[in-house]
């Protein structure tokens, strides 16, 4: 019990700037009490004691602010920042390092008794102010969910889900997509992870216009190179563009 305590403390210490002092969580972080109430609650669940599981949870509750099931299956290492108003539903599970902040509802969709109705976290993954996972799925390993979106399906390990309804950014193509840019010349700034309706179009305008340039470039150096010494040199425009010039300038302007 006391070796979960401190494992508990120095996680808060290791992921919060604002904890000072060992005692300072101890006595003042009602996620750390929250998930102590919840270790008895659990521990009376298993045994079939539900009665008494539910009223040591309401008791945590009424407490904290955090709303724990007694069913709920929660690993090592959890941290609850804030935590008033999150809620875990009875068959979530939640892995060891996961991070849960303020608001979030790990919630079913199901009104199936005794089905995996609540969200599985797994390991080391993030969950943001005013997140609302529902449904009996996977969030894959250090995956994030971005402050207030609702995911409804499964989130690959490494993702983020951002939105309503919550969409899935892969790390690798955002990646891909961003060294395009900076090929280009183009300012990092100007393309954002967020949702920002801008942000969006201008993903759609470097990743469109990257093909296109590149295409239009290939097609008049193949056409320069079938017309040399022949009658059809003439064909070759003397402004065809037969290499990849991309306007970045121009882009810019169109988010100013």
């Known amino acids: 019990m006391f070796i979960r305590l401190k494992e508990d403390i120095d996680c808060i210490l290791e992921r919060d700037p604002a904890a000072r002092t060992a ?3 101890l006595t003042c972080y009602p996620g750390l009490h ?3 109430v919840h270790r008895r609650a659990h521990w009376c669940w298993d045994r079939d004691w539900h009665w008494l599981g539910r009223f040591i949870s309401h008791l945590g509750r009424f407490l904290t602010g ?10 090592r290492r959890v941290f609850i920042d804030h935590g008033m108003g999150v809620v875990i539903g009875e068959t979530a599970e939640i892995g060891d390092d996961c991070t849960v902040y303020q608001g979030v509802t790990l919630g079913g969709t199901s009104l ?3 089905a995996k109705r609540h969200p599985t976290l797994a390991r080391g993954v993030i969950v943001g102010a005013n ?3 529902l449904g009996g799925f996977v969030v894959g390993e250090g995956a994030r969910v971005g402050s207030g979106a609702v995911v ?6 490494g993702a983020t889900a951002v939105g309503n309804p919550a969409r899935i950014l ?5 990646a891909q997509r961003e060294a395009i840019a900076a090929k280009m010349g183009f300012s990092a700034y100007g393309v954002t992870q967020g949702d920002d309706p801008v942000a969006q179009a201008m993903k759609g305008l470097i990743d469109n216009a990257s093909g296109h340039e ?12 079938l017309s040399r010494g022949t009658a059809a040199g003439d064909c070759v425009p003397s402004d065809a563009q037969t290499f990849e010039d991309f306007d970045a300038a121009a882009l810019n302007r169109l988010v100013k």
Request: glycine share 6%; aromatic share 4%; hydrophobic share 45%.
């Open 23 to 25: 005692f300072e969580v």
């Open 34 to 36: 929250a998930l102590v």
């Open 66 to 75: 955090i709303e724990i099931h007694p069913g709920a299956t929660i690993g």
């Open 112 to 114: 199936s008794k005794g």
């Open 131 to 133: 997140a609302q996972v």
């Open 152 to 157: 409804t399906k499964p989130v690959p390990p």
């Open 170 to 174: 892969h790390a690798e193509l955002d």
């Open 214 to 225: 590149h295409q239009i470039a290939l097609l008049w150096s193949a056409v320069e190179k």
